[in-house]
């Protein structure tokens, strides 16, 4: 699904974030990332979704070099990417169900998709009572289920969340994480960069470690190492 080669990010002011990171992510497929702070791993997302191009080296998403797509096809990658942030980034004046159903809007889907699939998908995050609320009317837990809700709601193949877990307790951390399992067991691909070490743990994934911007370590059923982290 995803195929890095030998890929180099340096921003203008020089620092080099990632250097020559060689790797692939299959379909299907459960990765954490993980890192100390200014590891990579953020940078590592935004490359995956074409929020940053690599400055070297090859990316390609279901066989197709995403660094030479042209801005028309950027769609094409976009629709099939769900993305979840730390921060969530929800739209204050929308309601849950609102921020959801704008993530279809924009993409042209018709009035009665998004009556179909917005109340299936807060449904499936546990959020179907808290439809009508605000985000500022919603905890932390809850305005990040929004988050994963508007990020799955185009049927992705792959979720991408950076830090979803960051602002939460453990408990709730924790239900996001089994949520994202939950998505991973209907098919998608999810990619989660993070620092919670007790997650990665206790659900034995595939761990990516970053350090300096070099992958030092890709462990099938992984640990988070504290020795090396
Ligand atoms: N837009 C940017 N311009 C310049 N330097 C940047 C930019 N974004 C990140 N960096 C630098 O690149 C390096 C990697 O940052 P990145 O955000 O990818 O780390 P991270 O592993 O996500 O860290 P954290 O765990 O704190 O989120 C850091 O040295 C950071 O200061
Ligand atoms: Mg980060």
Known sequence: MFDLQNVTKVYPNQVVALSGVTLR?????????VGASGAG????????????????????????????????????????VGVVFQDCKLLPHKTAQGNVAFALEVTGAGAYLIRRRVPAVLELVGLADKARAYPHELSGGEQQRVALAR???????????DEPTGNLDPQTAWEIVRLLGEINRRGRTVIMATHAKAIVNRMGKRVVALDRGRIFRDDENGVYDDGLL
Request: cysteine-free; hydrophobic content about 40%.
């Open 25 to 33: 992510i299959e379909r299907g497929e459960f990765v954490f990332l």
């Open 41 to 80: 791993k953020s940078t590592l997302v935004k490359l995956l979704y074409r929020e940053e191009l690599p400055t070297r080296g090859r990316l390609f998403f279901n066989g197709r070099n995403i660094t030479g797509l042209r801005a028309s096809q950027v769609p094409y990658l976009r629709r099939r």
């Open 151 to 161: 990020a799955i709601v185009n049927n992705p193949s792959v979720v991408i969340a």
